[in-house]
């Protein structure tokens, strides 16, 4: 019974956060938008309003550890492991902005794909090379701005628990913009939200920030062993983390 309440508030209350943030995130917008090309305001607002939800959340405990970068215009790839739905309110603890590159479905949520938008995020369309190409062209866009781009090489979640093989398309853009990619490695949020379901459940998660990955003098040939390179790190570092949180 417990459980239920708890879920019910913590849907009452992201639901409401959205609401509230929306025209929030409009008239942030319209102020910023004619000198902050990178949407860096209006992305960081959305971000937060993440992380007030998580702390309204009594069944949630999030926190961050590792490198910070010290430069928030600073731009990076980051490539994280995918555990759930969590990922997101997770890793929007971090205190630098970046725009997330999301599958479509997210962008048609009302109000939530609003915000989506108005904060600068990358649509892609899985399985579509023009959408694709297009997403990386924005992902340029927004490197080109000085501001970060976060993306989940893995493409989906897995429900086995084992992280998925990278997909290329991280590192042949960094490889490509000679922008260091971003490791990182989040885990607990598999319980938040496990796949398949938009149950709230008790969770305490972890990500932490990597050493970034230099890619100078790297060509598109060495593309698998930088993705490889990097999935070894975050696998590492998850399963330490995981340790820890079950310490």
């Given amino acids: ?4 309440v708890l879920n019910a508030w ?13 025209p929030l995130m ?3 917008f319209l102020l910023t938008a004619p000198f902050d090309r990178g949407r860096y305001v209006a992305g960081r607002l959305f971000r937060l309003i993440g992380v007030a939800s998580v702390k309204l959340n009594p069944l ?16 990076y790839i ?12 997770l890793i929007s603890h971090l205190p630098w902005e970046m725009k997330w590159l999301s599958k479509e479905t997210m962008f048609h949520i009302p109000c939530f794909g609003w915000m989506m938008r108005m904060a600068g995020d990358i649509e892609v ?10 997403a990386m062209a924005a992902a340029r866009d927004r490197l080109a701005k000085k501001v ?3 993306i989940f090489p893995e493409g989906t979640r897995s429900r086995s628990g084992e992280m998925l093989p990278f997909k290329d398309g991280a590192f042949r853009l960094a490889v490509e913009t000679g922008t260091p990619i971003l490791p990182m490695a989040v885990a607990g949020t598999r319980d938040a ?8 459940q008790r969770s305490r998660a972890r990500v932490r920030v990597l050493e970034p990955i230099d890619v100078t003098g790297l060509t598109l040939d060495d593309v698998p062993s930088l993705r490889e390179r990097t999935r070894a790190v975050i696998e590492r570092a998850r399963l330490e983390l995981r340790g820890e949180l079950a310490g």
């Fill in 1 to 4: 019974m417990m459980a239920t």
């Fill in 10 to 22: 913590a849907w009452i209350e992201v639901v409401s956060l959205v609401l509230l943030g929306t």
């Fill in 26 to 28: 409009f008239v942030t």
């Fill in 60 to 75: 949630w405990r999030f926190d961050t550890s590792g490198t910070f970068i010290r430069d928030p215009r600073r731009p």
């Fill in 78 to 89: 980051a490539v994280s492991n995918h555990e759930s739905y969590a990922d997101i309110f």
């Fill in 125 to 134: 369309r899985r399985g579509e090379r023009t959408s694709i190409v297009e």
């Fill in 148 to 150: 970060s781009v976060m």
């Fill in 193 to 200: 939200m496990a796949k398949g379901t938009f149950r709230f």
